[in-house]
């Protein structure tokens, strides 16, 4: 599972098993990305199609559109074994939140005292990770507000490369 640009940057989502490669596109949209699959083959991710991002369940040969209610753009990251859906949602000030999809129930999740969040992946014991931007100090100078940007930053891209005891050696 994963994606691909085309010779017209435009991005398609693929599943790679029995050692070949299937593109698998949402209907009638423009791109599709691919970012999470479960030991039952349900992969989740987006597609666009002017003029919003829209989350994505692909599941049995059928894609599903997921939004997140009032939402003005939905990205589904992971998923679980139980069928659970975490991801991202921009609301109507183009702020991120993190959600939870259960089962169509959607819920809402802000790490406490920070600008966005984006919650990327869940376990089968219901365990969700995910990246925030923490709310600016207006006391910090300009200083130590690069100092604060530079270790959240380091610590972000170290998270994603999976292995964070490299990173903090």
Known sequence: MGGYEDAGN??????????????????????????????????????????????????????????????????????????????????????SHGFLDDSGTFSAFDFPGTLDTQIRDINDTGQMVGIYTPTPTPTASSESSSLLLLVVGTGIACAYQRKLRRCLK
């Open 10 to 95: 435009l991005a398609h989502g693929f599943l790679y098993g029995s050692g070949s490669f299937t593109t698998l596109d949402y209907p009638g949209q423009l791109e599709t990305f691919f970012y999470g699959i479960n030991d039952s083959g349900q992969i989740v991710g987006e597609h666009y199609g002017p003029p919003n991002v829209y989350g994505l369940l692909y599941s049995s040969g059928t894609f599903t559109s997921l939004s997140y209610p009032g939402a003005q753009e939905t990205q589904a990251f992971g998923i679980n074994d139980s069928g659970e859906i975490a991801g991202g949602y921009y609301d109507a000030q183009d702020v």
